[in-house]
């Protein structure tokens, strides 16, 4: 069975850091674009950040650029979101996501261009 396992949520204050972490089991996903992908408090699934494996290309959301970094480790099947300088407004459930393709080319934004999902985590800032 494949599942994708996030972890590393939790309660932070602003300003502060958390990393969230997306472990794959049942397959290998070191070939699959990957995901992140939040839902905040009564508000719509929005993409937040991705990663192409072939050539480590990343993709970020404006609201994210430069304070989260997405990186993984196709050794241990795992994909990582490194959150810092969090706002109240980061927070949200995050889910991990991974495509059925190595690209998705410019729906890479779009949830239903991922065929897999965890179940989410938690994250809540504090103003």
């Known amino acids: 069975q494949v599942q994708l396992i996030e972890s590393g949520g939790g309660l932070v204050q602003a300003g502060g850091s958390l990393t969230v972490s997306c472990a794959a089991s049942?397959?290998?996903?070191?070939?699959?674009?990957m995901g992140w992908f939040r839902q905040p408090p009564g508000k719509e699934r929005e993409f937040v950040a991705a990663l192409r494996w072939i050539g480590g290309n990343t993709y970020y959301s404006d609201s994210v650029k430069g304070r989260f970094t997405i990186s993984g480790d196709n050794t241990k099947n795992t994909v990582l979101l490194q959150m810092n300088s969090l706002k109240p407004e980061d927070t949200a459930v995050y889910y991990c996501?991974?495509?059925?393709?190595?690209?998705?080319?410019?729906?890479?934004?779009?949830?239903?261009?991922?065929?897999?999902w965890g179940q989410g985590t938690q994250v809540t800032v504090s103003s």
């Open positions: 996501a991974a495509a059925r393709v190595t690209w998705l080319g410019d729906t890479y934004k779009n949830s239903r261009a991922y065929g897999y």
């Open positions: 049942g397959r290998s996903f070191s070939r699959n674009f």
